[in-house]
C-alpha cells in the first residue's frame, strides 16, 4: 500500500461534523492496515520484555555499577531526543513506513549490542542504550506521522487512540511475560532480549511492507506566522513538558508516597500501574472517540489539565486516609492522561503549518522526552506536601496556555 497525498494536513482544530463510525474494521484500515497493526502489537510485545528491565540487565547480567548503568541509560535518552529534528525533516521529505521499520530497526542493534557484551563492558553496554534511546524516541513521531497521512480526517483521532491503546497492551503483556521469567537469573534475562530483538526486527519487516510514503510539500514562507498558527503550536508543544509529567506519576510520584510515606505494601504500587495499564487499554479509544466528537482537540487538551490538576489536590487528602484512598485517585488522574494522549497528538498535526508535519511531530516528541526525564528528578526533589499543589499549578497554567489557543481557533474559525 502506497500512499501519497497531494495537500498538506489542514489546520483545522475542530472536530469533523459527523465522523463516521468507529468501528473495529474502520480503525484498523485508518491506522495502516492489519500488517501495520500486527506490527505495533509485536514491537510492544518486544518493548515490554526488555524495556523496563533494562537497568536490571545492565546491573545483573553484566555486573555494572548502578551508577554507570543509570548513567548510559540517560544518556541514550538524550541521544534519541537529540535525533528529533533529522527525523522531522526526514518525515517532511516524504518517510513514513519506512522511518517506523529503521525505528525498530535502530532497536534491533541495541539488542545485539547488549547480547555481545561481556561482562564489565560499559562501552557496549551503553552502545545498546544509545541504540535503544534513539529507536524509542523516534518510533512515536514517526508512527504518527504514517497514521496522520492514512487516516481520514473524521478517523485520525480515534485511530491514533486505537494505535497507543493496542502498544499500551502489548507492553503490559510483555512485561508481565518477562516478570515470570525473571526468576531463571542471567540467562533468562538473555533470552528476554534476544526475543525482543527477533520481536522488533519482525516489527520493522511487517511496517516496511505495508509501503506508506507522503508526497513531499513545500513549506511557505511565513504562513505559520501570519495565521497565528506557530504561536499556537509552540504553547502547545510547551504545555506538553508538563503534561507529560501525568505519565510518571503511577511510576514514580505514586510509589514513592505509597512506599516512603505510607510504608505501603509494594503490592500497592504494583496494583495502581496495573490498574492504570487496564485503563488506558481499555478506555483509551471510547474517550477519545466520544471527546472528539463534542470539543474541538484544543479544548479536550485543556479539560485534561483541569481533570489532572484536580486529582493532583485530591492527592493531597487521600495521603492521609491511606493506601487504598490513594490508589483511588489515581483513577481520575489516569482518565487526564487519556484525554491528553488522545488530543495533543492530533492537535499538533492539526495545526503544523504546510510541509512542517514532520517537524511539528519530531518536537512534540521532544517535548514529551523532556518532560519524562525532567519528572523523576521533578518528583523525587519535592516533598510530598509540596508535590501535589505543584503539580497542580503547573499544569494549570499549561492548561490555561492550551485554553487561549482553543478560544484563538474559535474566533479565527467563527
Known amino acids: 500500500m502506497t500512499t501519497t497525498p497531494t495537500a ?13 463510525r468507529p468501528t473495529l474494521r474502520r480503525l484498523v484500515r485508518a491506522g495502516g492496515g492489519p500488517r501495520y497493526a500486527t506490527a505495533l502489537l509485536v514491537d510492544a ?9 533494562l537497568l536490571l540487565y545492565g546491573i545483573s547480567v553484566l555486573h555494572l555499577d548502578p551508577a554507570a548503568t543509570g548513567l548510559a541509560m540517560t544518556g541514550g535518552i538524550v541521544a534519541g531526543l537529540a535525533c528529533m529534528p533529522p527525523l522531522g525533516r526526514w518525515l517532511d521529505r516524504g518517510a513514513r513506513s519506512t522511518a517506523v521499520a529503521a525505528a525498530m530497526l535502530v532497536r534491533v542493534a541495541g539488542v545485539a549490542a547488549l547480547l555481545a557484551a561481556p561482562a564489565g563492558s560499559v562501552a557496549l553496554f551503553a552502545l545498546a542504550a544509545l541504540f535503544l534511546g534513539i529507536g524509542n524516541q523516534a518510533w512515536p513521531a514517526a508512527h504518527a506521522a504514517l497514521v496522520t497521512t492514512v487516516a481520514g480526517t473524521g478517523l485520525r483521532d480515534t485511530a491514533l487512540a486505537a494505535a497507543r491503546a493496542v502498544r499500551n497492551a502489548g507492553l503490559g503483556l510483555g512485561a508481565l511475560l518477562a516478570t515470570g521469567c525473571l526468576t ?7 533470552a528476554l532480549a534476544a526475543v525482543s530483538g527477533a520481536g522488533f526486527l519482525a516489527a520493522a519487516a511487517l511496517a516496511r511492507s505495508v509501503r506508506v510514503s507522503a508526497g513531499r510539500t513545500e513549506r511557505v514562507p511565513g504562513a ?15 504545555a506538553n513538558v508538563v503534561y507529560v509529567f501525568c505519565l510518571n506519576v503511577p511510576e514514580v510520584a505514586v510509589p514513592l508516597v505509597l512506599v516512603t510515606v505510607l510504608h505501603a505494601s509494594p503490592a ?72 491528553h494522549a488522545g488530543s495533543a497528538t492530533p492537535l499538533v498535526a492539526a495545526l503544523a503549518p504546510p510541509g512542517g508535519l514532520g517537524r511539528a511531530l519530531s518536537r512534540l516528541q521532544f517535548s ?18 509540596a508535590l501535589w499543589p505543584a503539580l497542580a499549578a503547573g499544569t494549570l497554567a499549561a492548561a490555561a496556555a492550551v485554553r487561549r489557543v482553543n478560544l484563538t481557533e474559535r474566533r479565527r474559525e467563527g
Open 8 to 20: 498538506a494536513t489542514p489546520a483545522v482544530v475542530a472536530p469533523a461534523a459527523a465522523p463516521p
Open 45 to 53: 510485545l518486544g518493548s515490554g520484555l526488555l524495556r523496563p528491565f
Open 184 to 190: 531463571g537469573g542471567a540467562p533468562a534475562l538473555r
Open 224 to 238: 505559520g506566522p501570519e495565521d497565528g498558527g506557530t504561536r499556537r503550536l509552540r504553547a502547545v508543544l510547551l
Open 268 to 339: 500497592w504500587p504494583a496494583a495502581v500501574f496495573v490498574a492504570n495499564t487496564v485503563l488506558v487499554v481499555t478506555l483509551q479509544v471510547p474517550v477519545t472517540a466520544w471527546a472528539a466528537a463534542r470539543w474541538p482537540r484544543a479544548g479536550v487538551l485543556a479539560r485534561a489539565g483541569a481533570v489532572l490538576a484536580a486529582s493532583y489536590l485530591a492527592l493531597l487528602p487521600a495521603t492521609a486516609l491511606g493506601p487504598l484512598a490513594v490508589a483511588l485517585v489515581t483513577v481520575p488522574c489516569t482518565l487526564g492522561e487519556i484525554l
Open 368 to 385: 514529551t522526552g523532556l518532560g519524562l526525564a525532567l519528572s523523576p528528578a521533578v518528583m523525587t526533589a519535592l516533598a510530598p506536601l
